[in-house]
């Protein structure tokens, strides 16, 4: 018989679960086992969600692992933990169409409104925790604060609601987990999820219009950083952090 250990996390981003397989023999390294799992968790976070299984095969293949037991079916075995890790840290580092995805989930939007939640779910936790939600900068343009590339997903619509039936929007709320889990993936994910759905209870039930006159108000970070005079216009966080309390609700 053979025994595979086997360590199990999941790329959102490539929308999969991944693997490690190990063979191991007789003398089984209890030690050098549990040093793989720490390495990941060092590497790529103490909260990232990893899980471990021991499966005894007739044979060293992967194929024979899910014959065995159809859990394992479909999940993508990696050669190396170093590209284990690399897959892993992709997504730990959350995006603004993340977030994106996630508002279109749980409310009604046109792009407008889209944009001011987005930038609102960022303010939010920026001021809160004094970390970033997402990577991406955040501009001054005309309407308001933007993250440039949710604006050029859906600018598109306009000023219609973004069609529930758009192929790469989770709209109806049995597709919500996926985008949820996304979130929670990332780092400090439980804590972001947390702050993301406080802000759009916050804020979810105003208009794009009101939204925009919020963000409009005297001593904003968006009136102070150009009023959207140029769209090359960054808004830096330490902005953000100094005047946001000046157009919250």
Known sequence: MITHYIVMSSSYTQGKRIALDYLLDEKVDYTKLKNIVSTVTDRCGKDVSTSTHFVQ?????????????HFFKDVEVVDSIEKFIELIQQ???LLGLDVAKYILCKVKCTHLKLEKLVYL???????KHDKELYKDEIYAYKYGPVVKSVYEKYK????KEIEK??????SEEIYEMPSRSRIIFAEYGIEKINSIDETIEKYGKFNASELVDLTHRENTPWAVSGKGKYKDEIIPNEIIKKFHCNEEI
């Open 165 to 170: 039936a758009d192929e790469e929007i989770l």
């Open 156 to 159: 598109r619509y306009g000023y």
């Open 57 to 69: 095969t007739d044979s060293k293949s992967w194929s024979s692992v899910y014959e065995k037991d």
């Open 91 to 93: 997504d730990r580092v």
């Open 121 to 127: 779910c960022f303010a939010d936790y920026l001021c």
